[in-house]
């Protein structure tokens, strides 16, 4: 469509409004860009399929900065997919091979065996099967122009990946690692004296001789009594704080004395323990280049999309599009 066309379609839209009553208003163009247009019921269906989305993922505080965040940014973001899937029309990209493959990948993720099978899942979810597929062959649209501009302008050399090491060692500490094993008696249905009775046994069971897993199987309340004990493995930020003051003193077969938790007491064994250090730079290099390589992709995106929002026609009409949105 030209932008003569465009005007038309605004004028004839103008006059259609002003023969109906003002509350039949057919449809409102909220922005314009080149040859195409954002409507009012376009910018809506975007902004509920977001608002799922964020629902889907976060709650609490996190869904509310999620909301105010989609709020700020959904129109802007709009017209940049526009400009990207209008420049990928112009450089004739084809993703169908793609498109197919990440649908037959996210089928297999989910162990569905068809497409009518995905459909149904999809429905489930609130998604129509068929607009489900155009949002992501524009999305694949939208990543193949990003590679074909931004891919070749990404470089990264050893001495950048050095000097980042360097800088920042403390991304690069591996924590403490505990394998932990316990006795676990719950607190709940017991009366303090019978508890502290049974404690004591325990203890001298062990002290006695008795193998600690065995102990822990046969004398844990569950969920430890199935798992004969085990814990796990941990590090030191994914350890309860009150197991963890306990534990971390000890070394390789150190026990603690009783630990009360919020639901029990613990008897804690340290079967493994591995000391903190620095990763080497070998060991480093992979997740240096990735982070480097992000952050000046990142900056390559912004400086390119910033570029393309100046040399093309975008009209934005209507500012605040929730202002009407009911």
Do not use: C
Request: aromatic share 6%; no cysteine; net charge negative.
């Amino acid at each position: 469509m030209s932008k003569k066309k465009i005007i038309l379609a605004v004028s004839l839209l103008l006059v259609a409004a002003a023969a109906v009553p003002a509350r039949e208003v057919i449809e409102e163009i909220i922005a314009v860009v080149n040859d195409d247009i954002i409507t009012l019921s376009d910018f809506k269906k975007e902004y509920e399929e977001r608002l799922m989305a964020a629902r889907a993922q976060y709650r609490g505080e996190d869904l509310e900065r999620a909301i105010e965040y989609t709020k700020a940014h959904i129109l802007d973001e709009m017209i940049t997919d526009l400009l990207l899937i209008q420049m990928a029309r112009k450089m004739n990209i084809n993703v169908t091979d793609q498109l197919k493959m990440v649908v037959e990948n996210i089928k297999r993720a989910n162990d569905i065996e068809n497409d009518e099978m995905l459909k149904r899942a999809l429905a489930q979810q609130g998604y129509n099967y068929d607009e489900w597929i155009a949002t992501m062959e524009k999305q694949i649209l939208r990543e193949a122009v990003l590679r074909n501009q931004i891919g070749q302008k990404v470089v990264i050399d050893d001495a950048e990946i050095v000097d980042y090491y360097k800088k920042h060692q403390d991304e690069f500490v591996v924590p403490e690692e505990y394998e932990l094993r316990a006795v676990y008696l719950a607190i709940e249905g017991r009366e303090a004296a019978a508890l502290e009775a049974r404690k004591a046994e325990i203890e001298a069971k062990i002290k006695g001789g008795a193998p600690f897993a065995e102990v822990a199987e046969a004398d844990s309340d569950e969920p430890l009594k199935a798992a004969k004990g085990s814990l796990g493995t941990f590090k030191e930020g994914e350890l309860d704080r009150t197991l963890l003051a306990a534990v971390k003193p000890l070394n390789k077969g150190g026990m603690t004395p009783w630990v009360q938790s919020k639901n029990g007491w613990y008897l804690i064994l340290v079967e493994e323990k591995k000391d903190s250090r620095l990763r080497t730079f070998d060991e480093s290099r992979g997740a240096i280049t990735e982070k480097i390589g992000t952050q000046k992709q990142n900056a390559e995106v912004d400086k390119f999309l910033a570029e393309i929002k100046s040399k093309n026609y975008i009209k934005i009409l209507k500012p605040d599009p929730f202002a009407d949105l009911n």
